[in-house]
């Protein structure tokens, strides 16, 4: 089941209120271009159809930074008060969950310096141009196996 972006990312701001972390339009980035990456890997699907592109400071989901462009490089606040289980099925839950544990941990710069160094971002930055799942995918696949 697939989902769209704004909700991936509103699960990963939500994470925020169970921890003393904060999350940055920056590294929520990163972690929505982990998730699907890992996704498209894992399940051979994409988690949400928006689509991810190369910017400068790597991987962006313009849909999203849009929509939280207004915070800076501020922490970005979650008050929201959505029902993750009528959106997400139990297994995309403790898919983003495992996500939030293992990249969560990293700070917005460090997330940013770990995709400097992945062919996604490398292969499409000169233009900022659209990673494509297929790419992501093909990337994704070769650190799970």
């Given at each position: 089941?697939?989902?769209?972006?704004i909700n991936v990312a509103k699960y990963f701001l939500s994470?925020?209120?169970?921890?003393?972390?904060?999350?940055?339009?920056?590294?929520?980035?990163?972690?929505?271009?982990?998730?699907?990456?890992?996704?498209?890997?894992?399940?051979?699907?994409?988690?949400?159809?928006?689509?991810?592109?190369?910017?400068?400071?790597?991987?962006?989901?313009?849909?999203?930074?849009?929509?939280?462009?207004?915070?800076?490089?501020?922490?970005?606040?979650?008050?929201?008060?959505?029902?993750?289980?009528?959106?997400?099925?139990?297994?995309?839950?403790?898919?983003?969950?495992?996500?939030?544990?293992?990249?969560?941990?990293?700070?917005?710069?460090?997330?940013?310096?770990?995709?400097?160094?992945?062919?996604?971002?490398?292969?499409?930055?000169?233009?900022?141009?659209?990673?494509?799942?297929?790419?992501?995918?093909?990337y994704f696949n070769s650190r799970v196996s």
């Amino acid at each position: 089941m697939s989902t769209n972006a704004i909700n991936v990312a509103k699960y990963f701001l939500s994470k925020t209120l169970e921890s003393d972390e904060n999350i940055t339009n920056l590294k929520l980035q990163k972690l929505l271009y982990y998730a699907q990456g890992y996704h498209l890997a894992l399940f051979n699907d994409e988690l949400f159809h928006e689509e991810i592109c190369a910017w400068t400071h790597g991987p962006v989901c313009p849909e999203i930074y849009h929509t939280f462009k207004e915070f800076g490089s501020n922490n970005i606040p979650y008050n929201g008060e959505e029902n993750f289980s009528d959106i997400f099925t139990p297994e995309q839950l403790d898919f983003l969950d495992e996500v939030y544990n293992v990249f969560g941990q990293f700070s917005a710069w460090k997330l940013r310096d770990m995709t400097h160094e992945e062919s996604p971002w490398i292969n499409n930055k000169a233009y900022n141009g659209t990673i494509s799942p297929d790419e992501m995918k093909d990337y994704f696949n070769s650190r799970v196996s």
